[in-house]
């Protein structure tokens, strides 16, 4: 994946100035979309599709399916080989050169340009203060298609001026239910421009509605999940997820102290960025106060509470805090590890049968990790909220950073944000 994206990357960079005859992103003049273009690869690349994991299948979005995740692409062949071949890497060429003309064929077909079309139909805006340059629908060149879901499609845009990468969320309105759809986008919004001035959570740049939708562009990261970088490395070490997991928690805390649930915490929304540090992204499922009844997010990382639609609050969250963090040090989750055990497929399985599962998974930890991160796991893991810890009355979230797996974690330093790169490999710091 890493290698493909450099590819690509050398390929735009390459070609800056047939890349500006690329249309802009088409949506906003209610053009329509265009079909996703991933690069070319080989026919042995494309017969070694991997499977996904188990814990990733089962997304729950309060009756939705999974949103796609807006700051990383979605490759469909980790396994294909390092290096590319002078062959792989014309027929690489030869797709983006193919994405470019379909993309400029559809301003034709809609006798307009979608800048002209931006300024008629814009009808809400919003631009985070601290950027240095405006964003707006004019300014963006669409590159590529990073991924599409049943909430929208999210495009690979960079600025005209700065020449910026960054992803763009695009939402179209469905009018099913307006009112609803409206509602649910007025959150995410309102929780990106409350908690995006974080060090570990990801800039969200700006927003737009437009007459056939909504936009959000907030900060490309191409170098993947946590989840994306266990699959391919396996189980971090205990320094690397201690300093990882530390930058997760104070994203989490951020959210609830502005008054927010996330209730979407998993391995694949927490993202790594240049620098090799931890973001948090994906608000689409948050919700406004302290409790909620829905139940939504990844199966695996649930809280029990949740699973069974029982009130929940901040606990449920700290759960899947838990859970990102038994998936640094494990490499899979409670749930992928039982249903393994027991031969079932969660793919298959019915939803009732993955619910069971989830709620009887054993939380089975190895002993070759240290005793403070089992005891960690322990106690974050407790099926009762109310001992958990962080959400314990008396302790709060002091009790999470007084823990001892977290004594050589100077939370001061981390909470500024200014520390060194620590967590990419030999030449970009990642430990495994």
């Known amino acids: ?159 005209r001026v700065n020449r910026q990468l960054a992803a763009l969320k695009y939402i179209r309105k469905k009018n099913q239910n307006p009112e609803k759809e409206r509602k649910r986008v007025e959150v995410e919004k309102s929780v990106w421009e409350a908690v995006t001035d974080h060090p570990y959570v990801v800039t969200f740049r700006a927003y737009f509605e437009t007459a056939k939708g909504w936009c959000f562009v907030m900060e490309y990261l191409p170098e993947g999940s946590i989840r994306d970088l266990v699959r391919k490395k396996g189980p971090f070490k205990e320094e690397t997820a201690r300093l990882l997991s530390a930058q997760v928690a104070l994203a989490i805390q951020h959210v609830h102290e502005k008054g927010y649930l996330h209730r979407d915490i998993s391995s694949s929304n927490v993202l790594i960025d240049s620098r090799g540090n931890a973001k948090l992204i994906d608000f689409g499922l948050s919700q406004i106060g302290t409790e909620a009844w829905c139940r939504c997010g990844s199966l695996a990382y649930m809280a029990p509470e949740v699973i069974r639609q029982e009130l929940y609050g901040m606990s449920a969250d700290w759960w899947s805090f838990g859970i990102v963090l038994f998936v640094m040090l494990v490499g899979k989750t409670p749930l992928a590890i039982y249903a393994a055990e027991k031969g079932v497929d969660l793919h298959l399985a019915r939803r009732d049968i993955r619910y069971r599962l989830a709620l009887i998974a054993p939380l089975k930890i190895p002993r070759t990790l240290s005793r403070s991160a089992q005891t960690l796991l322990r106690e974050i893991l407790k099926e009762n909220p109310k001992r958990r810890l962080g959400c314990r009355p008396e302790g709060g979230f002091d009790d999470l950073m007084k823990n001892p797996f977290y004594a050589p974690i100077d939370w001061s330093e981390v909470s500024c944000g200014s520390l060194p790169s620590t967590t990419r490999e030999e030449g970009s710091n990642l430990s495994t």
């Not at 499977?51 to 979605?74: L, M, N, S, Y």
């Not at 800048?115 to 629908?137: F, H, M, Q, R, Y």
């Open 1 to 159: 994946m890493a290698s493909r994206n450099a590819a690509y990357k050398e390929l735009v960079q390459g070609r800056r100035k047939s890349s500006e005859m690329m249309s802009p992103l088409p949506p906003d003049a209610g053009l329509a979309e265009p079909e996703e273009q991933q690069p070319s690869c080989s026919k042995a690349a494309k017969k070694k599709k991997k499977k996904r994991p188990q814990e990733d299948d089962d997304h729950e979005q309060g009756g939705a399916e999974a949103e796609p995740k807006a700051t990383r692409a979605k490759s469909r062949s980790h396994d294909s080989k390092p290096e590319l071949k002078k062959k792989d890497l014309d027929q690489q060429k030869q797709g983006v050169d193919g994405a470019d003309k379909k993309a400029e064929s559809f301003i034709d077909q809609a006798g307009t340009s979608a800048a002209s079309a931006s300024k008629k139909v814009v009808t809400d805006i919003w631009i985070n203060p601290k950027e240095t340059v405006s964003w707006n629908l004019d300014s963006l060149v669409t590159l590529n298609v990073l991924g599409r879901g049943s909430f929208g499609i999210v495009y690979l845009v960079r600025h």
